[in-house]
């Protein structure tokens, strides 16, 4: 299948069509030939509008998102995968990864699901003077000022926090009355903002370059590639060549979306995969630093110490 995104309003019913089904007081529930889960759509106010998402396809998925001049006034926050999948067999791949999207403006992208990728996602699209008004006098962070006054597209990532986690859950377990619903979400979704802000506002560097849908998606191709074989050590300026990019200009934009310098980022997830191969206890403490490639088993003790807060050692014992 193939879902064309052109523009936020009238998503659901575009959603729809494509299935050959309709939508019923705000709620698309998927066809049984198609696949399983349902979409709920809400308008907030006259500038928040959210869809909850908690369904799976039996076919593959091809996702284009389009982007328009006028979405520049338009902040669209995307929160993928909050809840992942355990029988995964990739653990780090796109379609499994819980992250957040910050977007707006021109940019085109354009996603492929295989069959069955489950898809549990709040998507929250919010007006840039609305959330400047919601915030009144506290315009005062330069991350901020980029996303609210910025004229030209912009896209972040950031990974899921277990707050935002816990928000969403509550989102998903919504149990109010009727006359209470409307009011429960515009919270709920203000909350998810102010986390998502709030995470953010902790990186180091805020300033913006203009991106392209190109160049978007070489970052992205590249950031899948290493996480798909997390324990082959990557080098930059081998990576930059492959998308046909300077060193510079490619360290540059995967750390403005990804807030976090290339390598740093590829640290994280090794280092997360290393924990998760000690707590399956398969292998020894030895045999996980040798399978991430380390040659250096105190490198790698110092490495893991950085990342999960303790050796490795200590951390098989307090499982």
């Not at 913006?208 to 992205?220: F, G, R, S, W």
Request: aromatic share 12%.
């Amino acid at each position: 299948m193939e879902l064309n995104i052109k523009r936020e309003s009238g998503f659901l019913a575009g959603f729809a069509d494509l299935l050959g089904t309709e939508v019923k007081n705000g709620i698309l529930m998927i066809p049984e030939p198609k696949g399983k889960g349902f979409l709920r759509g809400l308008k907030l106010d006259n500038s928040i509008n959210m869809i909850i998402s908690h369904y799976e396809f039996n076919d593959d998925l091809l996702a284009k998102r389009f982007g328009s001049p006028n979405t520049l006034n338009r902040i669209l926050f995307s929160f993928n995968n909050i809840f992942p999948d355990p029988d995964s067999k990739s653990k780090y791949s796109r379609e499994d990864l819980p992250s957040i999207q910050i977007f707006k403006g021109k940019l085109n992208i354009e996603t492929f699901y295989p069959g069955r990728t489950k898809f549990n996602y709040i998507f929250i699209g919010i007006d840039s003077d609305q959330l400047a008004k919601n915030l009144g006098l506290n315009v005062d962070n330069e991350m901020l000022r980029n996303i609210i006054n910025s004229e030209q597209s912009i896209l972040f990532e950031e990974l899921i926090s277990p707050k935002i986690q816990q928000i969403a859950l509550e989102i998903f377990q919504a149990d109010m009355p009727d006359s209470l619903m409307d009011f429960f979400f515009k919270i709920k979704a203000e909350e998810l903002l102010c986390a998502t802000l709030k995470e953010l506002f902790k990186r180091e560097n805020s300033t913006t370059h203009a991106l392209n849908e190109i160049d978007v998606q070489k970052i992205y191709k590249v950031r899948d590639s290493i996480l798909t074989d997390i324990s082959n050590p990557p080098v930059i300026k081998d990576l930059a060549l492959q998308v046909g990019m300077s060193e510079s200009k490619f360290k540059r934009l995967f750390k403005q979306i990804f807030g976090d310098s290339f390598f740093s980022y590829y640290q994280k997830f090794r280092m997360k995969e290393a924990a998760r191969l000690i707590k399956e206890n398969k292998m020894s403490v030895s045999e996980v630093g040798f399978s991430m490639g380390f040659s250096n088993l105190s490198h790698f003790a110092k490495v893991f110490h950085e990342h999960i807060g303790m050796k490795p050692k200590s951390f098989q014992n307090s499982k």
